[in-house]
């Protein structure tokens, strides 16, 4: 089982008629009539003909692929066709703003962008804009392929072979490209089949839905190759549509859930119902962040258990934090113990390892020789960022955590400067860059902001260069500005115009006193709260 390809065709060969792809007629109404099913056997023979086709025209080893394919059927025949030649991927999310869609495929040097007839215009201005041009190719248009002129790897597509690139928010501006390997997808994979306890799967039977973007690990990786590998069926849905949420998962059979801790928030403030309780058809859902105040209450009304985690685009697998067995500890941010493949430490702001029982810093490695086995292979283009991440020989999570004395570990806060909205990891610094150029913003830091459903929003404190002119048009004209750069769920959802912003020495911003100006201010009059604002703008 080299490749996510050949633990694809095993899985076909064991289980061809089981269903391996389920869109609801719900998700798919944008494009198709009614529901898209896909069974493994039928799904092996289309990916086998695309296979062809990329073979034939020079693709393999060494060669790279955007993909604007949304979460519909083609990205995952196009992945495993790709993959089966060890070509590499570079998902797309199209809700990104054309400045970081073409960051994105410039950055990662892609040979073309594949996309839908959906997204062509806008996909054919983003290729354009880049120097060289890139080309755009139709998933309907095939036969328009262009030939590869790029010499090929001659190596054999196995194990350590680059089978994707997926890009994750950091403290340094600009997303940073994460070189995933087949070794990466397939230990998802088998850590779903290991987890055990609640979680256990049966072969065959699983049928897990999600509403997660493929241009996230926990989409593509954990739930696609743990689905692969037990030959179960993924059901894929466009977003999360918290109305018909219950009545898709009903009408799927879905027998797992994945969520993030939005949803919880969202479903327990939908009136209750006859027909909440889903004891008999879920055996659990996963996921992470959910709101302790929200777990026991959902848990009780829906009648499953909801077993949180922790992992990392960079981390992967093998480091993978999820409680499955009792006691999970309902309400106080639990993620399990270490398992049994992790080293880990804990550490102060100064290095230092942290008395026990105490937070700090989650540092993590793989047991053994090789301590970035099954992680990320490294940072396209930065070997420095990922050099300073592997500081000491440990992962560098950023992450607070503490361990209790019996070896539990429970979630605190986040060191970097990150804010985790709806699941989405958004850069203060990125933010931060798409605001100054604004001509009546003179400076400003971006923190998060505690939210009941998102679990954190960005909130970003403002400096005017007319200190008079801070009112709530101009609040809105800022949130638009960055609206214009960014994809919507990075704009602020709250502006608070301040008279000053402390800095040190060098004028830099003093993170760790920001908070402290933020709570200080939040609620008074020169706060806007503009988060009813944020919605993603038609063609983004």
Same mark, same amino acid.
């Given at each position: ?110 040979? %073309? ?10 996909? #054919? ?139 919880? #928030? ?11 309780? %889903? ?104 070997? #420095? ?136 201010? %939040? ?18």
């Amino acid at each position: 089982m080299a490749t996510c390809f050949t633990a694809f065709e095993e899985t076909a060969f064991k289980f061809t008629e089981n269903a391996f792809l389920h869109i609801p007629a719900l998700a798919a109404k944008a494009y198709h009539e009614g529901a898209v099913d896909y069974q493994y056997g039928q799904t092996l023979a289309e990916v086998k003909g695309l296979r062809c086709i990329y073979q034939e025209a020079g693709y393999g080893c060494g060669t790279r692929v955007a993909v604007m394919l949304d979460n519909r059927a083609e990205f995952f025949l196009h992945f495993f066709a790709l993959n089966a030649l060890g070509a590499s991927i570079v998902p797309v999310h199209p809700e990104l703003t054309p400045e970081e869609q073409s960051y994105l495929i410039a950055h990662s040097e892609v040979d %073309f962008l594949l996309t839908l007839e959906d997204f062509q215009d806008r996909c #054919a201005a983003v290729c354009q804009s880049i120097v060289p041009s890139v080309p755009v190719v139709l998933h309907s248009q095939m036969d328009l392929l262009p030939q590869n002129t790029k010499p090929l790897s001659s190596a054999v597509p196995g194990e350590e072979t680059e089978a994707a690139i997926l890009y994750t928010s950091g403290t340094t501006g600009k997303p940073k490209g994460c070189i995933l390997t087949n070794a990466y997808f397939l230990a998802w994979g088998q850590w779903y089949l290991d987890l055990g306890g609640m979680a256990t799967l049966r072969p065959g039977e699983e049928r897990l839905i999600t509403p997660l973007p493929l241009n996230h690990q926990n989409a593509m990786a954990c739930s696609l190759m743990g689905m692969v590998m037990s030959g179960g069926c993924v059901i894929q849905l466009d977003r999360f549509h918290s109305s018909t949420w219950w009545d898709t998962v009903r009408s799927s059979e879905a027998t797992i859930l994945h969520y993030l801790g939005v949803m919880p #928030a969202m479903l327990l403030n939908k009136p209750k119902t006859d027909a909440d309780d %889903f004891s008999q058809q879920i055996k659990f859902g996963l996921g992470a962040g959910v709101d302790p105040k929200h777990h026991a209450n959902f848990e009780k009304q829906f009648g499953f258990p909801l077993l949180e985690g922790w992992a990392m685009t960079e981390t992967g697998s093998t480091v993978c934090l999820m409680t499955v067995d009792e006691p999970r500890f309902v309400g106080e941010r639990c993620l399990g113990k270490a398992t049994k493949t992790m080293d880990y430490r804990l550490v102060d702001e100064k290095g230092q390892d942290v008395p026990a029982g105490m937070p700090g810093e989650l540092l993590v490695r793989t047991r053994g020789e090789e301590p970035r086995n099954y992680f990320f292979r490294e940072y396209l283009k930065n070997e #420095a960022a990922t050099e300073e991440a592997w500081q000491g020989d440990y992962f560098h999570t950023g992450d607070v955590v503490r361990v209790t004395e019996d070896g539990y570990f429970h979630f605190v806060d986040r060191r970097k400067n990150v804010i985790r909205r709806s699941g989405e990891n958004i850069a203060a610094i990125e933010v931060e860059a798409a605001l100054l150029p604004h001509e009546q913003v003179a400076a400003c830091a971006v923190t998060a902001v505690d939210d009941e459903f998102r679990g954190e929003e960005v909130l970003v404190l403002i400096q005017l260069t007319d200190a008079g002119a801070g009112t709530r048009d101009l609040a809105v004209e800022i949130q638009n500005y960055c609206l214009d750069r960014l994809v919507y769920y990075k704009a602020p959802g709250h502006v608070i115009f301040v008279e000053t912003l402390p800095v040190g020495s060098t004028q830099k911003v003093k993170r760790g006193e920001i908070k402290v100006l933020r709570d200080q201010v %939040f609620g008074s009059p020169s706060h806007y709260d503009l988060t009813a604002l944020k919605k993603p703008r038609k063609g983004n």
